[in-house]
T-cell receptor, first 115, second 112 residues
Framework: EAGVTQFPSHSVIEKGQTVTLRCDPI?????LYWYRRVMGKEIKFLLH????????ESGMPNNRFLAERTGGTYSTLKVQPAELEDSGVYFC?????????????FGNGTRLTVT | GQSLEQPSEVTAVEGAIVQINCTYQ??????LSWYQQHDGGAPTFLSY????GLEETGRFSSFLSRSDSYGYLLLQELQMKDSASYFC?????????????FGQGTELSVKP
Protein backbone atom coordinates (compact mmCIF):
# COMPACT_ATOMS: atom_id res chain seq x y z
CA GLU A 1 0.00 0.00 0.00
CA ALA A 2 1.12 3.56 -0.62
CA GLY A 3 2.32 5.36 2.48
CA VAL A 4 1.53 8.84 3.70
CA THR A 5 2.69 11.39 1.16
CA GLN A 6 3.39 15.02 1.76
CA PHE A 7 3.93 17.85 -0.69
CA PRO A 8 6.11 19.81 -1.06
CA SER A 9 9.13 18.20 0.55
CA HIS A 10 10.76 21.59 0.98
CA SER A 11 9.47 25.15 0.92
CA VAL A 12 11.38 28.38 1.36
CA ILE A 13 9.26 31.50 1.68
CA GLU A 14 9.66 35.02 2.93
CA LYS A 15 8.10 36.33 6.08
CA GLY A 16 4.58 37.49 5.38
CA GLN A 17 3.96 35.08 2.51
CA THR A 18 1.50 32.23 2.46
CA VAL A 19 2.31 28.54 2.20
CA THR A 20 0.01 25.55 1.87
CA LEU A 21 1.18 22.08 2.78
CA ARG A 22 -0.62 19.00 1.57
CA CYS A 23 -0.93 15.53 3.06
CA ASP A 24 -2.39 12.42 1.47
CA PRO A 25 -2.98 9.77 4.15
CA ILE A 26 -3.00 6.05 3.63
CA UNK A 27 -6.23 5.10 1.89
CA UNK A 28 -8.91 4.12 4.38
CA UNK A 29 -7.29 5.84 7.35
CA UNK A 30 -9.91 8.01 9.00
CA UNK A 31 -7.49 9.53 11.49
CA LEU A 32 -5.11 12.21 10.27
CA TYR A 33 -2.68 14.16 12.40
CA TRP A 34 -0.41 17.14 11.86
CA TYR A 35 2.78 17.49 13.89
CA ARG A 36 5.71 19.91 13.75
CA ARG A 37 9.33 19.61 14.78
CA VAL A 38 11.28 22.79 15.31
CA MET A 39 15.10 22.81 15.47
CA GLY A 40 15.68 19.43 17.10
CA LYS A 41 12.98 19.82 19.72
CA GLU A 42 10.08 17.48 20.33
CA ILE A 43 7.66 16.43 17.62
CA LYS A 44 4.81 18.65 18.68
CA PHE A 45 1.13 17.87 18.12
CA LEU A 46 -0.84 20.40 16.07
CA LEU A 47 -4.22 18.82 15.35
CA HIS A 48 -6.19 15.67 14.69
CA UNK A 49 -8.91 14.97 12.13
CA UNK A 50 -11.35 12.10 12.20
CA UNK A 51 -12.59 11.93 8.65
CA UNK A 52 -13.42 15.55 7.80
CA UNK A 53 -14.01 16.69 11.38
CA UNK A 54 -11.44 18.39 13.60
CA UNK A 55 -11.27 16.16 16.65
CA UNK A 56 -8.61 18.16 18.47
CA GLU A 57 -6.90 21.36 17.37
CA SER A 58 -5.44 22.26 20.74
CA GLY A 59 -1.89 22.31 19.37
CA MET A 60 -2.42 24.88 16.65
CA PRO A 61 -0.12 27.80 17.53
CA ASN A 62 -2.41 30.66 16.49
CA ASN A 63 -4.97 31.75 13.94
CA ARG A 64 -2.36 32.10 11.22
CA PHE A 65 -2.60 28.32 10.84
CA LEU A 66 -5.61 26.78 9.10
CA ALA A 67 -6.07 23.08 8.49
CA GLU A 68 -8.75 21.50 6.34
CA ARG A 69 -9.71 18.02 5.30
CA THR A 70 -12.54 18.39 2.86
CA GLY A 71 -14.21 15.11 2.00
CA GLY A 72 -12.22 13.29 4.61
CA THR A 73 -9.39 12.39 2.25
CA TYR A 74 -6.34 14.62 1.84
CA SER A 75 -5.59 17.49 4.19
CA THR A 76 -4.02 20.90 3.77
CA LEU A 77 -2.30 23.09 6.32
CA LYS A 78 -2.07 26.75 5.39
CA VAL A 79 0.16 29.26 7.13
CA GLN A 80 -0.82 32.86 6.43
CA PRO A 81 1.08 35.10 6.93
CA ALA A 82 4.19 33.10 7.73
CA GLU A 83 6.53 34.24 10.50
CA LEU A 84 10.16 33.30 11.14
CA GLU A 85 9.23 31.06 14.09
CA ASP A 86 7.06 28.91 11.80
CA SER A 87 10.18 27.34 10.31
CA GLY A 88 10.46 23.65 10.99
CA VAL A 89 9.49 20.25 9.65
CA TYR A 90 5.76 19.61 9.38
CA PHE A 91 4.80 15.97 9.59
CA CYS A 92 1.50 14.42 8.70
CA UNK A 93 0.49 11.02 10.06
CA UNK A 94 -2.49 8.77 9.63
CA UNK A 95 -3.89 5.78 11.46
CA UNK A 96 -6.62 3.26 10.84
CA UNK A 97 -8.06 3.49 14.34
CA UNK A 98 -7.52 5.68 17.36
CA UNK A 99 -3.95 6.28 18.47
CA UNK A 100 -4.29 3.95 21.45
CA UNK A 101 -4.94 0.92 19.29
CA UNK A 102 -3.32 1.81 15.98
CA UNK A 103 0.23 3.00 15.31
CA UNK A 104 0.71 6.26 13.47
CA UNK A 105 2.13 6.15 9.94
CA PHE A 106 4.12 9.28 9.21
CA GLY A 107 4.97 10.98 5.95
CA ASN A 108 8.46 12.26 5.17
CA GLY A 109 7.50 15.76 6.21
CA THR A 110 7.65 19.20 4.64
CA ARG A 111 10.68 21.25 5.63
CA LEU A 112 9.50 24.85 5.83
CA THR A 113 12.01 27.69 5.98
CA VAL A 114 10.73 31.21 6.53
CA THR A 115 13.33 33.90 5.79
CA GLY B 1 0.48 19.35 31.35
CA GLN B 2 2.52 16.51 29.99
CA SER B 3 6.27 16.20 29.53
CA LEU B 4 8.70 13.50 28.53
CA GLU B 5 12.44 13.44 29.10
CA GLN B 6 15.00 11.35 27.28
CA PRO B 7 18.76 11.77 26.75
CA SER B 8 19.64 13.93 23.76
CA GLU B 9 22.50 11.72 22.55
CA VAL B 10 23.77 8.20 23.08
CA THR B 11 26.82 6.58 21.48
CA ALA B 12 27.53 2.85 21.35
CA VAL B 13 29.61 0.41 19.33
CA GLU B 14 28.45 -2.14 16.83
CA GLY B 15 27.33 -5.38 18.44
CA ALA B 16 26.74 -3.79 21.84
CA ILE B 17 23.52 -3.29 23.79
CA VAL B 18 22.12 0.17 24.46
CA GLN B 19 19.24 1.37 26.60
CA ILE B 20 17.41 4.63 25.93
CA ASN B 21 15.46 5.84 28.93
CA CYS B 22 12.28 7.89 28.96
CA THR B 23 10.69 9.47 32.01
CA TYR B 24 7.33 11.16 31.75
CA GLN B 25 4.85 13.28 33.63
CA UNK B 26 1.23 12.91 32.61
CA UNK B 27 -2.03 12.65 34.45
CA UNK B 28 -3.40 9.79 32.43
CA UNK B 29 -2.38 7.78 29.41
CA UNK B 30 -3.05 4.57 27.54
CA UNK B 31 0.52 3.54 26.94
CA LEU B 32 4.04 4.36 25.83
CA SER B 33 5.25 4.07 22.24
CA TRP B 34 8.64 4.29 20.57
CA TYR B 35 9.36 5.64 17.10
CA GLN B 36 12.54 5.61 15.03
CA GLN B 37 13.56 8.38 12.63
CA HIS B 38 16.40 8.10 10.14
CA ASP B 39 18.04 11.25 8.80
CA GLY B 40 15.06 13.49 9.53
CA GLY B 41 12.71 11.32 7.49
CA ALA B 42 9.40 9.77 8.42
CA PRO B 43 9.26 8.52 12.02
CA THR B 44 8.36 4.84 12.03
CA PHE B 45 6.62 2.86 14.75
CA LEU B 46 8.79 0.47 16.76
CA SER B 47 6.87 -0.69 19.79
CA TYR B 48 4.02 -0.05 22.20
CA UNK B 49 3.60 -0.85 25.89
CA UNK B 50 0.05 -0.66 27.19
CA UNK B 51 0.87 -2.68 30.29
CA UNK B 52 3.81 -2.72 32.65
CA GLY B 53 6.61 -5.04 31.69
CA LEU B 54 8.76 -5.93 28.76
CA GLU B 55 7.69 -6.21 25.12
CA GLU B 56 10.14 -7.88 22.77
CA THR B 57 10.30 -7.50 19.00
CA GLY B 58 13.39 -9.06 17.55
CA ARG B 59 16.48 -7.10 18.56
CA PHE B 60 14.35 -4.36 20.12
CA SER B 61 12.61 -4.50 23.49
CA SER B 62 10.62 -1.87 25.30
CA PHE B 63 9.75 -1.62 28.97
CA LEU B 64 7.17 0.32 30.94
CA SER B 65 6.74 0.92 34.66
CA ARG B 66 3.71 3.09 35.39
CA SER B 67 4.50 3.27 39.10
CA ASP B 68 7.90 4.77 38.30
CA SER B 69 6.68 6.90 35.34
CA TYR B 70 9.51 5.36 33.39
CA GLY B 71 10.16 3.37 30.29
CA TYR B 72 13.05 2.38 28.10
CA LEU B 73 13.93 1.05 24.70
CA LEU B 74 16.58 -1.65 24.60
CA LEU B 75 18.48 -2.29 21.39
CA GLN B 76 20.59 -5.45 21.22
CA GLU B 77 23.26 -6.55 18.77
CA LEU B 78 23.59 -3.01 17.52
CA GLN B 79 24.10 -2.49 13.82
CA MET B 80 25.31 0.57 11.95
CA LYS B 81 21.84 0.99 10.47
CA ASP B 82 20.45 1.52 13.98
CA SER B 83 22.00 4.99 13.99
CA ALA B 84 18.93 7.19 14.11
CA SER B 85 16.79 9.31 16.39
CA TYR B 86 14.49 7.50 18.81
CA PHE B 87 11.40 9.12 20.26
CA CYS B 88 9.29 7.98 23.16
CA UNK B 89 5.66 9.07 23.09
CA UNK B 90 2.77 8.77 25.52
CA UNK B 91 -0.71 8.15 24.20
CA UNK B 92 -2.94 10.42 26.24
CA UNK B 93 -6.22 9.25 27.69
CA UNK B 94 -9.44 9.80 25.77
CA UNK B 95 -10.49 12.82 27.84
CA UNK B 96 -7.19 14.46 26.90
CA UNK B 97 -7.76 13.87 23.22
CA UNK B 98 -6.10 10.50 22.86
CA UNK B 99 -3.19 12.04 20.99
CA UNK B 100 0.50 11.15 21.02
CA UNK B 101 2.84 13.46 22.87
CA PHE B 102 6.49 13.00 21.92
CA GLY B 103 9.75 13.52 23.73
CA GLN B 104 12.61 15.48 22.20
CA GLY B 105 14.26 12.39 20.79
CA THR B 106 17.55 10.62 21.43
CA GLU B 107 20.21 10.66 18.72
CA LEU B 108 21.85 7.24 18.70
CA SER B 109 25.24 6.94 17.02
CA VAL B 110 26.56 3.45 16.42
CA LYS B 111 30.33 3.32 15.88
CA PRO B 112 32.25 0.46 14.25
Amino acid sequence: EAGVTQFPSHSVIEKGQTVTLRCDPISGHDNLYWYRRVMGKEIKFLLHFVKESKQDESGMPNNRFLAERTGGTYSTLKVQPAELEDSGVYFCASSLGSSYNSPLHFGNGTRLTVT
Amino acid sequence: GQSLEQPSEVTAVEGAIVQINCTYQTSGFYGLSWYQQHDGGAPTFLSYNALDGLEETGRFSSFLSRSDSYGYLLLQELQMKDSASYFCAVILSYNQGGKLIFGQGTELSVKP
